[in-house]
């Protein structure tokens, strides 16, 4: 079973900057896509960001410019930098793991607050 944890969430002022991270267990994580999605209240889900095995990232319209995620194999880790962050990107933020074959896998997620 693979666990995902997301650390790093907190309260910032506008115009701040947070590092979000990820760790998953499990051996084939070099190979698997990860993304970060959030969500805030009365909302739907969002993507935010993604990163492939290659390195290839998407990003959200809304956070292009100003996050960056990255990943770094040898700690089975994903990291979301979020930098000039509005109050809209208040919300709680998940780590997802996509599986090889089939699944995705979620953290319990993480609470952004970004204060005016």
């Known amino acids: 079973q693979v666990q995902v944890v997301e650390s790093g969430g907190g309260l910032v002022q506008a115009g701040g900057s947070l590092r979000l991270s990820c760790v998953a267990s499990?051996?084939?994580?070099?190979?698997?896509?990860l993304g970060w999605y959030r969500q805030a209240p009365g909302k739907q889900r969002e993507l935010v960001a993604t990163?492939?095995?290659?390195?290839?990232?998407n990003y959200a319209d809304f956070v292009k410019g100003r996050f960056t995620i990255a990943r770094d194999n040898a700690k089975n880790t994903v990291y979301l930098q979020m930098n000039s962050l509005k109050p809209e990107d208040t919300a709680v933020y998940y780590c997802?793991?996509?599986?090889?074959?089939?699944?995705?896998?979620w953290g319990q997620g993480t609470q952004v607050t970004v204060s005016s």
């Open positions: 997802n793991l996509k599986g090889l074959i089939a699944g995705d896998y």
């Open positions: 990163i492939n095995s290659g390195g290839n990232t």
């Open positions: 499990g051996s084939t994580f070099r190979l698997n896509s």
